[in-house]
């Protein structure tokens, strides 16, 4: 069964500063999609950015970029300039690919905290 | 942007009773989900819904929950006789269209006492 890390349940980065949130991920599968949401504190999901597995090239939608290592199992997610509204869950996410009916399997979350 | 509205924003019913959580999924959408998520933990999958049917479910689906789309617009959750540990978010999903990406509702809070 797939599964899917975030060690760090808190993260903190200054307002206009980068920071960087982790994932790893365990499959036997090699091609899937895999996914950040964002959960502000009125806990609608949001989706930030997503990847397919077969592409190389690093997801990218503004601020938002990801850094996706497939042969090590890893999807980070990188915030540039950061800024108030950042400041929620984060939620990394896997989907098979088969077909188009697979359920997302979600990580534990990362809160993030963001300082003016 | 696309849309996934669910209703009620928040449920509270006493233990026992039946609730019905309703989601009315984008209409171009093809496969429908619902997840759930307790206070302060990950959000996880319950089940999926295709061609008016369930395609897949999760361990946490067991029978006291059902869901339907009795018009073919709304998708419903039933749970028949509600537990404390039913208290959770519950959130609707709709995909399909674009590959892999799976559109959120706004979830319903329900609330068990």
């Known amino acids: 069964a797939q599964t899917v890390t975030q060690s760090q349940p808190e993260m903190s980065v200054q307002e206009a500063e980068t920071v960087t949130l982790s994932c790893t991920y365990d499959?036997?599968?090699?091609?899937?999609?895999l996914f950040w949401y964002k959960q502000p504190p009125s806990r609608q999901m949001i989706l930030v950015i997503r990847?397919?597995?077969?592409?190389?090239q690093n997801a990218t939608e503004n601020r938002f970029s990801v850094n996706f290592q497939k042969a090590a199992k890893s999807f980070s997610l990188k915030i540039s300039d950061s800024q108030l509204g950042d400041a929620a869950m984060y939620f990394c996410?896997?989907?098979?690919?088969?077909?188009?009916?697979?359920?997302?399997?979600f990580g534990k979350g990362t809160k993030l905290s963001v300082k003016p | 942007e696309p849309e996934v509205t669910q209703t009620p924003s928040h449920q509270v019913t006493q233990m026992g009773q039946e609730v019905i959580l309703r989601c009315v999924p984008i209409s171009n959408h093809l496969y429908f989900y619902w997840y759930r998520q307790i206070l302060g933990q990950k959000v996880e999958f319950l089940v999926s819904?295709?061609?008016?049917?369930?395609?897949?479910k999760s361990e946490i689906f067991d029978d006291q929950f059902s869901v339907e789309r009795p018009d073919g617009s709304n998708f419903t959750l039933k749970i028949r006789s509600t537990k404390l540990e039913d208290s959770a978010m519950y959130f609707c999903?709709?995909?399909?269209?674009?590959?892999?990406?799976?559109?959120f509702g706004p979830g319903t809070r329900l609330t068990v006492l």
């Open positions: 819904f295709y061609n008016n049917e369930i395609s897949e």
């Open positions: 499959t036997s599968e090699s091609d899937y999609y």
């Open positions: 996410a896997y989907r098979s690919e088969r077909g188009s009916q697979g359920n997302l399997i």
């Open positions: 999903a709709a995909g399909g269209v674009v590959m892999g990406e799976q559109f």
């Open positions: 990847q397919e597995a077969y592409k190389q």
